[in-house]
């Protein structure tokens, strides 16, 4: 296949092509071992070493970003399900009082200052957590969840999500998977972003922005790119 790719370059003469598994890697370098090389999974190396600095958070495995958004079970569960079916009634309640325009705006006077004290860093009760979530049923909320997401915020609106994906219910466990996927992508970890995109295609291949945001992390999309192209009409499709 590497071979197949490189001529397919055409006039492009690669410098150095480079394939993998999940346990080695191969180079076309001359003198490369025909059985490839492990990798160097150590905490001394010099690349992780780097990341660490820069602010990056290693882990032993995808697994653990995994469990990181796995719904919470139990008598937990059930606490969790009944308070967010109130918060729903309530927020029910507004927007019937409302007119159809308003929405962003009643979320925003709802919990704006909730995500602007989630987004500072400080950590929200469980009830506040699953009112912001709440909002997320409606596509222009969550929109506009999203467009609050920048490069300073975004490893606090992480955790954030991360923690509403657990613990809200599965009707917007997708929105809040996504929400967490797109601001791990923001803060440059692409592993947390795909392992959440991954779980929404999973467990809700119909929720067509778990689809796009897979595709997004899948192509190299960057942040800034990201951002600046969200801002675009076609977001209200999605």
Not at 4 to 33: I, K, N
Not at 137 to 150: E, M, N, S, T
Not at 153 to 180: D, G, K, Y
Not at 199 to 228: F, K, M
């Amino acid at each position: 296949y590497v071979w197949a790719v490189e001529r397919g370059l055409g006039t492009v003469r690669p410098v150095v092509s480079v394939w993998a598994t999940d346990e080695r890697f191969w180079t076309t370098f001359d003198g490369c071992d025909p059985d490839g090389y492990p990798y160097e999974r150590t905490l001394q190396h010099l690349a992780v070493v780097q990341a660490v600095a820069e602010g990056q958070e290693i882990l032993g495995s995808r697994d653990e970003l995994r469990a990181r958004i796995a719904p919470v079970t139990g008598e937990r569960r059930r606490w969790f399900e009944a308070a967010a079916d109130e918060h729903n009634t309530q927020i029910s309640a507004l927007l019937m009082r409302s007119a159809p325009g308003e929405v962003i705006g009643l979320a925003r006077r709802d919990v704006g200052g909730l995500l602007d004290r989630a987004e500072a860093g400080e950590v929200l009760t469980d009830g506040e957590v699953l009112r912001v979530s709440t909002w997320t049923a409606l596509i222009p909320v969550r929109d506009d969840f999203i467009g609050r997401i920048d490069v300073q915020n975004a490893p606090a609106s992480r955790a954030l999500w991360e923690r509403a994906s657990r613990i809200t219910v599965p009707a917007l466990r997708p929105a809040a998977l996504c929400l967490a996927g797109l601001a791990a992508h923001r803060c440059g970890e692409g592993a947390a972003a795909v392992v959440a995109a991954e779980a929404v295609v999973r467990e809700t291949p119909e929720y067509s922005l778990g689809v796009l945001l897979l595709q997004i992390v899948e192509a190299g999309i960057s942040p800034d790119e990201l951002s600046s192209v969200w801002r675009g009409e076609h977001r209200h499709a999605v």
